[in-house]
């Protein structure tokens, strides 16, 4: 099943069960909001999480683009993306969650084709605050999935303080033809995590407590990149049919090792996509974060051949992912920018060498060493690191 097939088999299904379709899927969180990009399917969605009246009403669905930063530096093993897409469901105090994962299982096993026997769930088991989630696990049992209880793993929380509730996760065996499923979630790696549900009827506030919320809300997300490459029998997410023109093109141009054609891979293409978004790159916030993905590329290609080249990188790649992510404005001016800035850098390579060759800095650096050449030369900590690597 490709990619666009799940997408449409997703939409078509909640459309048709009273869903209104969400088509807003920028990157970039409304203005007041502190964060610096859409981290989740929800996130656009708090105020309304929260109580406010939305405009499509309250059962809703859609496909939201996310970036995080959290997992930057475990980029480069079969799973993990910096940015990516997220299928969601939201039901705004109108279906309950028992409704929300009959809803799911259906789509699961006549949408997508997954033999029930396959599917796996995990539930809330309780804590000191909040009891077992029984319901979750009665409709699991009722439906004829196995369902295990665990703890914190099985509680979802947007932040420290704020909206949260218990979820329930559905896995799927991935152990191959001829390997029939065995152990569970928390004791085979095989059980694949697709789908979460949350049961949002909390906010925690300051002090730990929770308060119920007077519109328990429900909240799912499915990410498309793991669900294509569950459904289309593949090990990694690079694998997939979304990544096909990236491991097709890049191999034959610049040879890495796997684990740096992957970072390449998937930090090229975020940074098309925040580009794409509007973002420039800058010293702080936004673009800071597109100047280090960037520089991470940069970093890794030039390690082993220094005469390597965004000016190379196929015209196909770029306008793939911008039509991937549903952006206009061309390839050209994301490929001016992708060029500037490796300009820029390699200015600040050799600036750095120069800096770091004189004998202040021939020892072990200071936390105060870090802060005078960030502060007098613009050479941030990491970078500092690598040029001093061997």
Known sequence: MSTDRIVRTFTDYFRERGHGLLTGATLLPPPADPVLFTTSGMHPLTPYLEGRPHPQGRRL???????????????GDRTHLTVFEMLGSWSLGDYGHTRSLR??????????????????????????????????SDTWRELGVPVERTGEDNWWSHAPVGLCGPDSEIFVWT???????????????????????????YRRREDGSLRPLRQPN????????????????????????????????VP????LDEPSLRLVCDHLRSGIA????????SHTGRG????????RVLTTLWRDDPSRTLSDLPTEL??????????PGGTEPVREVLLDEERRFGVLLERGRRVLGGSRFAGPLSDEDYRYLHDTHGLPRDLVTTLRTP
């Open 61 to 75: 669905a859609g496909v939201q683009r996310c970036l995080r930063t959290t997992d930057l530096d475990e980029v």
């Open 103 to 136: 809803l799911g299982h259906e789509l699961l096993r006549d949408g997508f084709g997954i033999p029930p026997e396959r599917m796996y769930a995990t539930v809330f088991g309780g804590d000191d605050q909040v009891g077992p989630d029984h319901e979750s």
């Open 175 to 201: 152990g191959g033809p001829g390997t029939p499923p065995q152990g569970s979630p928390t004791t085979d790696p095989r059980w694949v995590e697709v789908w979460n549900h949350v049961s949002m009827r």
């Open 218 to 249: 429900v909240d799912t997300g499915m990410g498309l990149e793991r669900l294509a490459t569950v459904l289309q029998g593949h090990d990694s997410v690079y694998d997939s049919d979304l990544f096909e023109p990236w491991t097709r093109l």
């Open 252 to 255: 034959p141009l610049w040879n």
């Open 274 to 281: 925040v580009l794409g978004d509007g973002v420039r790159p």
């Open 288 to 295: 800071y974060v597109l100047r280090r993905l960037t520089r």
């Open 318 to 327: 770029l306008g793939h992912t911008l039509d991937r992510f549903r952006q």
